[in-house]
């Protein structure tokens, strides 16, 4: 077993593998996906957020056992690396791998718990949200932040930002799933908008966040930020219903 705790965690290493390997029969679901499982635990009154990743296929067992660092360290190492460039994660506090000769048997990242008010997602499908504009405005002005970081977040998607009012007419955002990431000096304009391409498909907000970006990234006009944001997030979509329509035709998924 491989345990690394955050500095600043205060759960013992007895609770930590404890809590793993109670994982199936205790803590609350808040996620039940066919690759992982989020579970929230209570530990002294904190919410702690438990991620279990998929058991790996052997191939994969072998590459994440001696090749490539798990996800779980991965997302442990990343949320660091956001925290200390400023952008909103979840804290991390640990993660577990478990090993044997073959390699990566399973892996746990465990982080604080943000009770959020919503996601990126309730933006789109729900445009009378409350300060619906504003809401899109701050979130356009924390991905501005992430690529003037270098920071390509891969698993940019609707579900993957939590959004957590904190005044009046503020808002907080959190990056979670971390394990897919690129570090970059800089990031160029055809990939920051590569990277918002799979936000959303109504051309309405592409317009929206086009405009707020446009306000930070004064390189490129409003209508060239749009031109490329839309042409990338059609793309994404043409691909998103070809890859699910043969899913459903082959594979029955």
Not at 127 to 152: D, M, R, S, T
Not at 207 to 223: G, R
Request: aromatic fraction near 12%; hydrophobic fraction near 35%; include cysteine.
């Amino acid at each position: 077993m491989n345990l690394v705790i955050h500095p600043t965690c205060q759960i013992s290493e007895a609770d930590l593998i404890s809590i793993t390997k109670n994982f199936n029969a205790s803590g609350q679901m808040l996620a039940d996906g066919k690759r992982n499982k989020i579970k929230i635990f209570n530990y002294l009154g904190n919410k702690i957020n438990v991620k279990a990743f998929k058991v790996p296929i052997l191939i994969n067992k072998i590459i994440y056992g001696y090749f490539r660092p798990s996800k779980a360290k991965r997302s442990f190492e990343y949320a660091s690396i956001l925290l200390k460039k400023g952008i909103g994660t979840p804290n991390p506090i640990a993660y577990i791998e478990n090993k044997n000769i073959i390699g990566l048997q399973d892996s746990y990242y465990f982080c604080e718990h943000i009770d959020a008010d919503l996601t990126y997602r309730e933006l789109v499908l729900q445009p009378e949200w409350p300060n619906h504009a504003e809401i899109l405005k701050q979130f356009v002005g924390f991905c501005f932040q992430l690529h003037e970081n270098g920071i390509e977040f891969k698993d940019h998607s609707p579900g993957n930002t939590l959004i957590k009012q904190v005044d009046e007419n503020k808002y907080d955002f959190y990056l979670v799933d971390l394990n897919r990431m690129s570090f970059h000096e800089t990031m160029s304009f055809e990939l920051r908008m590569k990277n918002l391409s799979r936000l959303t498909h109504k051309q309405e907000m592409v317009a929206a966040m086009s405009k707020e970006y446009a306000k930070l990234y004064t390189e490129k006009t409003e209508q060239e930020i749009f031109d490329l944001m839309w042409k990338e997030t059609s793309s994404f979509q043409t691909k998103y219903h070809k890859k699910q329509a043969f899913k459903k035709k082959y594979l029955n998924k």
